[in-house]
């Protein structure tokens, strides 16, 4: 294991961020620390960092306790979400600054720089001060610079938070590529669950200053822990007492045998997906989503007012949430 | 921003009568108060050559009054500017109790008279009567009536200006670029070196500019403390005061215009270099 998180504590004021946590992120993967805004998963990181101090609780990085270690000690490398870059820096001495405060020689730090440099595909950008770059360039800059001092684990703090959409695809994929190519064990903080999704090996689910559940991303979503869980990686709907995923359920015209009776409520047809609303017997909403395909293959006679039957797949997942469906049926489904 | 492009000059209304009148009565306000008199002294000076600086100049108190202020202005500066940006550092940085007396306290001397800071600096080191000044004399320091007095008087009156130019660009900046270099394993002291001191260097400049001038032109704190000594303690100031007073009209003009004209020097060569350095 790289990095051991042991029964950490954090607090602000009256502000819990952190309750007795503890992690092991293992070596040379790349982990997501995943929740929403305020749920601890920075503090953590920063704690990991030593940009902050738990209350309580111990970190190692390596088998070496790091607890009290300053962080230029700690030989990590941070990535902020905002860049921090050194703005009268240019971008060639941004990433040679690590190597400069190590005083490695001149020649080592140019060949260093510039290999990195053409990792991060910004050779050409050299001598460029930092603002003569975009939001993505100037993030894969930071990226060079964090990895230059050959840090034992890089740390990204939302990395790609500040990006529009579509930079932010690009630079996730190419994430991806790097680490494969690098092999660092990587942390990195999202609240964006397609995000860990795509690019994490392993997921670590953090909530209201604990740890909610850590896994794979298919165990994440095949078997979420609970239904927090279940809510934060994806669209959810119930049917009777269960959580459900809207796209597990099947839908039938009819009241086939085995299958919940619903009556149809509502059709929004949103590109490629057909998001249709029944409400059962029991007066519960339920959201089933289809394919356009599937949806076609109902039969032209389905509209709102039509008979249906809902049932969930087989081996689909589910979160028992013990909730009375009569009483939550107002609340499903928005 | 890579891709920032300069929008095209939008169309803008003609100003209106309501404008026209502002600018007028801004213009006169800033002629009558500050352009004409200062221009006015300029003029006098000059009225009949450069009689009146040579003149001035040949006067050996008068050139060792110049010196003085310009070596405590100089001193003043250095102390101030040390103090005011690890000052500044301490304000935005740090939590501590306090924080915001002091804070406070720091703005005493914009708003309290130079002269009351005098008054008060001669009450504590006094020579014969200050709370601290016999111990500091009978040590072989004299403060009062010296040069160390004049310097600490000086200190006084511009000691806010360097740490009010310094404290919002350090807010401004944040803290995410010293932590960066921290994880890539700066100390302290290679952080502020290398990071902090020259994202805040304009300000340090600025706020140096502003307290060289200030310094230079000290008069109410510098002549309650210095004791006006001629040829020993007596600064380019008192010399403005003591010409005017002894109707050597054309010699007061000349020091003041030397004065004024050191104080502007600095201010336009900053403000001539400054934006140039900040375009990007």
Same mark, same amino acid.
């Given at each position: 294991? !790289?990095? $051991? ?30 929740? %929403? ?16 101090? %738990? ?29 921090? @870059?050194?703005?009268?820096? !240019? ?42 770059? #975009?939001? +993505? ?16 684990? *890089? ?81 959810? /709907?119930? *049917? +009777? ?43 519960? /909403?339920? &959201? ?20 249906? #039957? ?23 489904? /928005? | ?71 405590? @202005?100089?001193? @003043? ?17 740090? $939590? ?8 406070? &306290? ?47 008087? /000086? ?32 100390? #302290? ?28 032109? $000290? ?22 005061? $003591? ?38």
């Amino acid at each position: 294991m !790289s990095i $051991e998180v042991a029964n950490v504590s954090k607090r602000f004021g009256d502000f819990v961020a952190l309750d007795d946590v503890s992690v092991s992120i293992p070596s040379g993967q790349l982990t997501a620390l995943l929740g %929403p805004s305020g749920g601890g998963k920075s503090t953590l990181l920063r704690i990991i960092a030593g940009l902050e101090h %738990p209350d309580d609780g111990r970190i190692s990085i390596e088998g070496r306790d790091a607890t009290l270690l300053r962080p230029q000690r700690r030989n990590v490398g941070f990535v902020f979400q905002h860049y921090a @870059a050194f703005k009268h820096l !240019s971008v060639y001495r941004n990433v040679a600054f690590g190597l400069e405060i190590r005083k490695r020689p001149k020649d080592e730090i140019r060949e260093r720089v510039q290999h990195l440099l053409a990792l991060v595909h910004l050779e050409q950008f050299a001598d460029r001060l930092p603002s003569q770059l #975009s939001g +993505g360039q100037r993030q894969r800059m930071a990226l060079a610079r964090a990895l230059a001092v050959e840090p034992s684990v *890089l740390l990204l703090d939302e990395p790609f938070g500040a990006l529009d959409a579509k930079v932010r695809k690009e630079l996730r994929e190419w994430l991806r590529r790097l680490h494969d190519e690098v092999h660092v064990t990587t942390v990195f903080v999202t609240h964006d669950q397609e995000e860990a999704l795509e690019v994490a090996d392993e997921i670590v689910v953090i909530n209201e200053g604990r740890v909610e559940q850590i896994g794979s991303p298919d165990q994440l979503y095949d078997a979420p822990a609970n239904d927090f869980v279940m809510r934060f990686l994806g669209p959810v /709907t119930q *049917l +009777g007492s269960r959580l459900v995923r809207p796209h597990d359920l099947e839908l039938r015209a009819g009241e086939p045998y085995g299958a919940m009776p619903a009556t149809v409520q509502r059709i929004v047809r949103v590109g490629f997906e057909v998001r249709v609303e029944a409400v059962t017997a029991a007066g519960q /909403t339920v &959201l089933a989503t289809l394919s356009r395909t599937q949806f076609q293959a109902l039969g032209i006679g389905v509209g709102v007012g039509s008979p249906v #039957s809902l049932r969930l797949v087989d081996g689909a997942p589910s979160v028992d949430t013990g909730e009375d469906p009569a009483a939550e049926a107002v609340l499903v489904g /928005t | 921003m890579a891709d920032r492009v300069r929008p095209a000059r939008s169309r803008r209304p003609r100003p209106g009568p309501i404008t026209y009148a502002l600018r007028i009565v801004v213009s006169a306000y800033l002629i009558l108060l500050v352009a004409w008199p200062v221009s006015l002294v300029a003029r006098n000076t000059f009225a009949d050559g450069f009689g009146s600086v040579r003149e001035l100049l040949a006067d050996p108190d008068t050139v060792h009054a110049f010196r003085l202020t310009i070596t405590v @202005a100089i001193i @003043a500066v250095v102390i101030n500017t040390i103090f005011g940006v690890g000052m500044s550092l301490l304000l935005v940085r740090f $939590e501590f109790p306090g924080k915001r007396l002091l804070s406070a &306290l720091l703005d005493l001397p914009l708003s309290v008279s130079p002269i009351v800071a005098g008054l008060a600096l001669t009450l504590v080191y006094g020579g014969r009567t200050g709370w601290f000044g016999p111990t500091l004399e009978d040590l072989g320091l004299r403060v009062v009536f010296a040069p160390p007095g004049i310097v600490a008087a /000086t200190v006084f009156v511009a000691l806010p200006l360097v740490i009010r130019e310094v404290v919002p660009v350090l807010e401004e900046l944040g803290t995410d670029q010293e932590l960066a270099a921290h994880s890539l394993g700066a100390g #302290s002291v290679q952080t502020f070196r290398r990071i902090t001191l020259p994202a805040i260097r304009w300000a340090v400049v600025y706020g140096v500019v502003l307290s060289l001038a200030r310094s230079l032109g $000290e008069f109410g704190a510098v002549k309650v403390v210095s004791g006006n000594v001629l040829g020993e303690t007596r600064t380019a100031t008192l010399v403005v005061e $003591e010409k005017d007073l002894n109707f050597d009209k054309p010699g007061a003009y000349a020091a003041a215009f030397l004065l004024a004209s050191v104080s502007v020097a600095c201010i336009v060569v900053v403000s001539i270099i400054r934006p140039k350095e900040q375009a990007r």
